[in-house]
């Protein structure tokens, strides 16, 4: 069974970093575009990032890039997100995923979604 699973989560102060991983099972991530995504309550799922499959390009949403940094270890089939300047208002749940095409911030491009990871940026 395809399985994604985050870990990395947890509480930190506002400046702080984080590294959130994305662990695959039963297929190899390098396949795949594997995206970052995060949804705070009461919001829709937003895209963070994105590695391709093809190439090893990287895609960063506005409100994440220079802060937050995606990458793949091929050995490990693990997706990481680096995140650091950690802000209050990036305290959401946040998901990985897989998708073999499509437009990379869009949720419904995604085949296979990880159970999600709690981000929580606060004093």
């Known amino acids: 069974q395809v399985q994604l699973v985050e870990s990395g989560g947890g509480l930190v102060q506002p400046g702080g970093s984080l590294r959130l991983s994305c662990a695959a099972s039963?297929?190899?991530?390098?396949?795949?575009?594997i995206g970052w995504f995060r949804q705070a309550p009461g919001k829709e799922r937003e895209g963070l990032s994105c590695?391709?499959?093809?190439?090893?390009?990287?895609y960063y949403a506005d409100s994440v890039k220079g802060r937050f940094t995606i990458s793949r270890d091929n050995v490990e089939n693990t997706v990481y997100l680096q995140m650091n300047s950690l802000k209050p208002e990036d305290t959401a749940v946040y998901y990985c995923?897989?998708?073999?095409?499509?437009?990379?911030?869009?949720?419904?491009?995604?085949?296979?979604w990880g159970q999600g990871t709690q981000v929580t940026v606060s004093s």
């Open positions: 995923a897989a998708a073999v095409s499509g437009l990379w911030y869009l949720p419904d491009e995604y085949d296979y």
């Open positions: 039963e297929f190899t991530l390098d396949y795949y575009h």
């Open positions: 590695i391709s499959s093809s190439d090893g390009r990287t």
